[in-house]
């Protein structure tokens, strides 16, 4: 499975994004599809994932939606009400098997896409 990211780019504090990510083949819906982000200087740490449900980071709770069209096998990324920390690249993964317990983790997924970039300015 190859996993195509965009609609990343540079906003201001407050504004929005979605991003969006492609899947080359059909993604089953038991398949996990996640959202990971880099900052500068920092590990990539999880953002958000959904199997049968959402899940987020604390840090992007109430502001940030994910949601998958299993029907064109993406996933949406929508991001509200941005901060300067959230300025990372992000990056869609895919995964199979995975359990809850480890959906937060970065080495649970299988496949990755190469990233979009996320700038806010403050």
């Known amino acids: 499975v190859q996993l195509q990211a965009s609609g990343g780019g540079v906003v201001q504090a407050g504004d929005s994004l979605r991003l969006s990510c492609a899947a080359s083949?059909?993604?089953?819906?038991?398949?996990?599809m996640g959202w990971f982000r880099q900052a500068p200087g920092k590990e990539r740490e999880f953002v958000a994932a959904f199997k049968w449900n959402p899940y987020y980071a604390n840090s992007v709770k109430g502001r940030f939606t994910i949601s998958r069209d299993n029907a064109k096998n993406t996933v949406y990324l929508q991001m509200n009400s941005l901060e300067p920390e959230d300025t990372a690249v992000y990056y869609c993964?895919?995964?199979?098997?995975?359990?809850?317990?480890?959906?937060?983790?970065?080495?649970?997924?299988?496949?990755w896409g190469r990233g979009t970039l996320v700038t806010v300015s403050s």
């Open positions: 993964a895919a995964g199979t098997g995975i359990i809850m317990s480890q959906i937060r983790e970065d080495t649970a997924y299988n496949y």
């Open positions: 083949t059909r993604v089953a819906s038991s398949t996990t």
